[in-house]
């Protein structure tokens, strides 16, 4: 019966115009009927759902369905034929991140899981902002169980693309290869460590055509066939980390890296055993893999009790964006539309390449990855804008990129954090990179620049191993992050009575009971600069007490300025 109406939706899809406005109503309601629905209003979904902005603005997202106590979706619209259709991701991301759900469906509605972009051939399906599969129209038939979440009964959809899970499934093999190597057989950690991120380096990069193709799989596929992993890695981490192209042999089309990550190469012998989870591993698609779920690969190489002391915890992407919007997004949203000169645009576009991030409990760089995106898609706003409003701009050379990884500075004082936070940014790059230069194909006319893959940024000198509370912050435009969070009482537990007692004196004014990390916002709110932002996670009783007279009280006492504050809110990974 489903495939039948599904049949109907596609032969009735097929024969409209695709016009964006006058036809996608129409389309969405067919496709809810198809799924087994009366229709969009039947299903309690909403059509031109009023959006306010924080900026004052009302904008208006195509539809919005947020059924009780399951995932809802919301879907916009382009028109028949759009081809760029992922570049307009950005905006639906905007209307989730600025909708209050409860103001649309009523009191304990929440945030669609799921958002669709849809040019009427073709939908593109987003879990948790992350892109989970592509499905064109004609293909619907053979692939309704990725539309699951649409159905009356909600069914788990099964995805051919789920970054979250592949991405999860990656990390969790590449952990199991940490604990056998360290806890079974004793072998160092940091060595362990190092190793571990340069062959996942290399799985990336061979799927992302950095590596010829299949090359690091073909290395493991010839070590389980007797080789050792000591010398067939091993040269080839040399050689990716050598300016110097090998004249002949295996590793002559290797090209140089740089990255920082191959400065030591010290390559593990690998057994049978590590190998055919790696070889598992290599079987995964890495180009799907999300670099923010190495905070989970992170998280996997430490112990419990060094989680909860270094307050290590991955943060999933949603919840950082309720950090980087009030910090980042709104405030150069703001910019580009009061800008309105070709030359205002420009400026902006030079500002932006100068605008630094700073995260001084950076764990493995989740913040500062999310960071880059949303500066990447502020500098697509001003390109764009720049293209739509100005028509004379044949000799108008922008070349390159403005967004550089180099603006980003994180520090943390676990050193493997450190590591993974580097990986993070510079698998970000390629990924970024890549759809960077999808993203400017239509505006061939500004002289703009595709990124290029090699060699790889150092960020040694960017995001490096400190302790945040004693030693010095780059300056930075902007201050993001998830600092540690122990109460008084566990400070003292878990930590060093000569670390806590040199804290203390560094702030002889802070109150004694306050939590560990309102000594984040102290800091934070002493190295900003005016009219900067900063946005930081704290625990609930920073609100409270001691915690508060030396955090938030400090704050306003002092010429800050608490704005978007949210009282209390439950936070992924804690």
Not at 193 to 204: D, E, G
Not at 421 to 428: D, W, Y
Request: hydrophobic share 40%; charged share 25%; glycine share 6%.
């Amino acid at each position: 019966m489903q495939k039948e109406s599904i049949r109907e939706f596609i032969e009735f899809a097929n024969n409209l115009k695709g016009d964006e406005k006058g036809e996608a109503q129409l389309y969405i309601d067919r496709l809810f009927r198809a799924f087994g629905h009366g229709g969009i209003i039947e299903a309690n979904g909403s059509l031109e759902t009023r959006i306010k902005f924080s900026t004052g603005k009302t904008k208006f997202a195509d539809c919005i369905w947020l059924p009780p106590k399951r995932p809802g979706v919301l879907i916009e619209m382009k028109k028949k034929g759009e081809k760029y259709l992922e570049t307009h991701f950005p905006q639906a991301r905007d209307y989730w991140i600025e909708m209050n759900p409860e103001t649309i469906m009523g009191e304990g509605a929440q945030k669609p899981e799921y958002i669709i972009l849809c040019n009427f051939e073709k939908f593109i399906i987003y879990r948790y902002l992350s892109p989970v599969d592509e499905i064109y129209l004609k293909e619907l038939p053979d692939r309704l169980t990725a539309f699951n979440f649409l159905l009356p009964n909600n069914s788990e959809p099964i995805f051919r693309n789920n970054v979250e899970e592949i991405s999860e499934e990656a990390a969790k093999l590449i952990g199991t290869i940490f604990k056998y190597q360290v806890y079974e057989l004793g072998q160092d950690r940091q060595k362990v460590q190092r190793f571990l991120l340069q062959c996942v380096l290399a799985l990336f990069s061979e799927d992302f055509g950095l590596l010829p193709n299949g090359f690091f799989s073909k290395l493991i596929r010839d070590c389980l066939k007797g080789e050792s992993s000591f010398d067939l890695f091993g040269s080839l981490f040399k050689q990716m980390a050598s300016p110097k192209q090998a004249p002949a042999g295996r590793f002559r089309e290797i090209e140089y890296f740089n990255g920082g990550l191959f400065e030591i190469v010290d390559p593990l012998d690998l057994d049978h055993k590590s190998l055919e989870i790696l070889k598992e591993a290599s079987e995964k698609k890495w180009q799907n893999v999300n670099p923010v779920i190495f905070g989970s690969l992170f998280e996997s190489t430490l112990t419990s009790t060094e989680r909860h002391t270094f307050g290590a915890h991955f943060t999933r992407e949603p919840d950082i964006l309720k950090i980087v919007n009030p910090t980042i997004i709104k405030p150069w949203k703001a910019k580009i539309e009061k800008a309105k000169t070709l030359g205002e645009l420009t400026i902006l576009l030079e500002e932006l390449s100068n605008f630094k991030v700073l995260d001084p409990s950076c764990g493995c760089g989740n913040f500062l990855y999310v960071a880059f995106k949303v500066l990447k898609d502020i500098e697509f706003m001003i390109i764009e804008k720049i293209a739509l409003n100005f028509k004379t701009t044949k000799h108008l050379k922008l070349g390159l990129s403005k967004v550089s990884i180099k603006q980003f500075y994180g520090i943390d004082i676990q050193p493997i954090a450190v590591e993974v936070a580097k990986m993070t940014m510079m698998l970000g790059k390629e990924i970024l990179s890549a759809e960077w230069n999808k993203r400017i194909e239509p505006f061939d006319s500004l002289g703009l620049i595709l990124d290029q893959g090699l060699p790889l940024d150092t960020l040694n000198k960017n995001i490096y191993c400190a302790d945040a509370i004693l030693d010095p912050w780059p300056n930075a435009d902007v201050i993001i992050g998830n600092p540690p969070y122990q109460s008084k009482n566990k400070m003292k537990m878990e930590m060093d009575h000569e670390y806590v007692n040199l804290i203390r004196e560094r702030y002889p004014d802070m109150p004694g009971r306050a939590d560990y990390c309102v000594y984040w916002f102290r800091k934070t709110h002493d190295q900003l600069q005016d009219g900067k932002y900063a946005g930081l996670v704290g625990t609930n009783t920073i609100r409270q007490n001691d915690s508060r007279v030396g955090g938030l009280d400090y704050i306003l006492n002092n010429g800050g300025t608490i704005v978007d504050a949210v009282s209390t809110q439950v936070w992924s990974g804690v």
